[in-house]
Every structure is written in C-alpha cells, then in structure tokens.
C-alpha cells in the first residue's frame, strides 16, 4: 500500500507570498494517478489538479503541480486571502485497487 | 445546481446498520465511477469503497471490508453504502464523489454519521 507523506504539516505564509507544498509517495506512482485538493472550514474538498499538473475547469492560474515519482508538488505563486486553507494529496494505484490521501497540509495567514 | 446529494446520515448504536444515499444530477451518472470517502471529526479524508460505472466492480477499504456495501442503481441515479457492525470510530462524515480518471471532480455536501451509544 503507498503511503502519502505531506509536508510541511502546517505553512504560516503572508498574502501574496509563494506557497509550496510537499507530498511524498512510499513508492513511485503515475503521474496519471495524482491529485490536489482543497478545502476550507464547513466545506467539502474541491479539486485543484489532477494528473499532477491539470488544473480543474475554473481553478487559478496561480496553482500549479508539478512532479514524477515519489515526489509531487503543488504551488501557489501568489497567495489570495480566499487561498488558507488544508490542502491534501491523493492517487490511485490501480492494481489493488486503492485510493490513498496524504494526511494534508494547512495553510494558515501568517 | 450541486450535482451530488447525499442523505441518510445518523446516529446509530454501535453494532448498528445505516445506508447512506446519493442523488447524482448533472453529468452523465451511468458511465462514471463513484466513491464514498469520510472524515472524522478534525480528521483528513479517507477513502471508504469504490464501484465502477454498470456496478460490476467494487472495492473497499480494508477498515470497512465485509461491513460496508457499495452499490448503485442507474435508472435512477443514486449510489448507496451500507453499512452495518458499525463501530465507535466509523463516525465520520460521508462524502459522496464522482471519479474522473482516479481524482475526484465532484464530491458531495458530506452527510454525518456518528456511532454512539
């Protein structure tokens, strides 16, 4: 079973600022199978990115993921007041088949 | 208009059954994967099973296999989950999403769940 590791647990960051969050897999996936999610207080996940760099249909241009492996990243280039919130990987390994988050990232106004 | 609804969501005894329900809308149901996936109170997302588009394969979570049942009916475009021997740390919120391609692009208001006695 992958293991999703995110880092840093908590991000204290200033509007405007860049933003750069970590997630690590115990063992390389696909590309394919990679995804970024976000989600405020009260509210359900949205996605961010799929396929490690896709954005979803409406999502800034300001997120951005990159990637391959067993590492993933996803950036901020500019952080909007509406951007704090916990951020949360995920991928699929379709040979068991499982889906797996990472344990997220929160993005606190510094 | 919020293409996944779900309802359902109670609280139930330990050892207790419930089903939880999903009304689709808005996109092509009958040829998409569906997924339930929780979060515990202050918790991050796990996902719970899976069932692919005409409900001829599913999977589950090692955590709910042989208690849960996904399923799903077309004609009408809801997917469900029981859940039976449900336990103290089944309390959660149960989200309701649409698969696209091993990501999800739609997940439902979230419908709770808490086990208790």
């Known amino acids: 079973e992958i293991v999703l590791t995110q880092s840093p647990g908590t991000l204290s960051l200033s509007p405007g600022e860049r933003a750069t969050l970590s997630c690590r897999a115990s063992?390389?996936?696909?590309?394919?199978?990679l995804a970024w999610y976000q989600q405020k207080p009260g509210q359900a996940p949205r996605v961010l990115i799929f396929?490690?760099?896709n954005r979803a249909t409406g999502i800034p241009d300001r997120f951005s993921g990159s990637g391959s492996g067993t590492d993933f990243t996803l950036t901020i280039s500019r952080l909007e007041p509406e951007d704090f919130a916990v951020y949360y990987c995920?991928?699929?390994?379709?040979?068991?088949?499982?889906?797996?988050f990472g344990q997220g990232t929160r993005l606190d106004i510094k | 208009e919020v293409p996944l609804v779900e309802s359902g969501g109670d609280l139930v005894q330990p050892g207790g059954s419930l089903r939880l329900s999903c009304a689709a809308s808005?996109?092509?149901?009958?040829?998409?994967?569906m997924h339930w996936i929780r979060q515990a109170p202050g918790k991050g997302l796990v996902w719970v099973s899976r069932?692919?588009?005409?409900?001829?394969?599913?999977s589950y979570a090692d955590f709910v296999k042989g208690r849960f049942t996904i399923s799903r009916d077309n004609a009408k475009n809801m997917v469900y989950l029981q859940m039976s021997r449900l336990r103290v740390e089944d309390t959660a919120i149960y989200y309701c999403?649409?698969?696209?391609?091993?990501?999800?692009?739609?997940w439902g208001q979230g419908t709770p769940v808490i086990v208790s006695s």
């Open positions: 999403a649409k698969d696209y391609f091993g990501s999800i692009e739609y």
């Open positions: 808005g996109f092509p149901f009958h040829v998409s994967w």
């Open positions: 995920q991928q699929y390994d379709s040979s068991l088949p499982m889906y797996t």
């Open positions: 069932i692919t588009s005409d409900g001829s394969e599913v």
């Open positions: 396929a490690a760099f």
């Open positions: 063992q390389s996936v696909s590309s394919s199978s």
